[in-house]
């Protein structure tokens, strides 16, 4: 079954404590994102990527990492976490972003409080 | 920057109501767009898109139609059922890899 899959689903955690959230997709998409969802602010983006070894960063970077050692995995990193960055977390990919007509397909989110 | 924004929410319609989501963007250049749909507990879904000026995407009873003269993409639907409560998103894609979404829009369908 083509899928995105983030692991994992829930998780409490204290303020600077590392975290990582994985991703991995199965669809041999090149571009993945991720994005997080909050209340009234709909869904931002945080960092994408276009290719094995490519990233960019999205509207809300700050306190983020990534990296894109694989096609298939794009782990979402958070170094110190703070409470404001507790939120609804999806990964999501699509095929090539050269154009912009290529859907994306999201993960089932990952819910993150940090306290 | 680009943006997307989307009617205000929520909208409590009967069943077998009309359903219109309005949608504006800006963005530069030609962006692809998108709505999408999310329910309860799950990740989004790609409703239906639009890649040109006068596109028309539909899927399940819901069309959309690109208007780039008005820089629009409103969702809609002539019979609603409660099957379709959820939350929807409007968005666009551009070239270069960003995305950008709307606030999104809860829909709540009443038998």
């Known amino acids: 079954e083509a899928q995105v899959t983030q692991n994992p689903r829930y998780l409490i955690t204290v303020t600077g404590k590392k975290l990582t959230v994985t991703c991995s997709q199965n669809?041999?998409?090149?571009?993945m994102s991720w994005y997080r969802q909050d209340p009234g602010l709909g869904l931002r983006q945080i960092y994408y990527?276009?290719?094995?070894?490519?990233?960019d960063k999205g509207d809300v970077p700050e306190g983020y990492k990534v990296s894109r050692k694989e096609k298939r995995n794009f782990p979402l990193i958070l170094e110190s976490p703070s409470p404001n960055q507790t939120s609804l977390y999806f990964c999501?990919?699509?095929?090539?972003?050269?154009?912009?007509?290529?859907?994306?397909?999201f993960g089932p989110g990952t819910r993150l409080t940090v306290t | 920057g680009n943006s997307v924004t989307q009617m205000e929410g929520p909208v409590t319609l009967s069943e077998e109501a009309f359903l219109t989501i309005n949608c504006t963007y800006t963005?530069?250049?030609?962006?692809?767009l998108f709505w999408y749909v999310q329910y309860p507990g799950e990740g989004l879904q790609l409703l239906l898109k639009?890649?040109?000026?006068?596109d028309k995407g539909s899927n399940k009873g819901f069309e959309a139609t690109y208007r780039k003269e008005t820089t629009s993409f409103h969702l809609e639907k002539g019979s609603v059922q409660v099957s379709d409560s959820a939350v929807y998103f409007c968005?666009?894609?551009?070239?270069?890899?960003?995305?950008?979404f709307g606030d999104g829009t809860t829909l709540t369908v009443k038998p």
């Open positions: 639009a890649t040109k000026a006068d």
């Open positions: 669809m041999n998409h090149e571009y």
């Open positions: 963005a530069t250049g030609y962006p692809s």
């Open positions: 990527s276009m290719n094995v070894e490519v990233t």
């Open positions: 968005a666009l894609n551009t070239n270069a890899g960003k995305s950008t």
């Open positions: 999501a990919s699509s095929l090539m972003r050269g154009q912009s007509s290529y859907e994306q397909y």
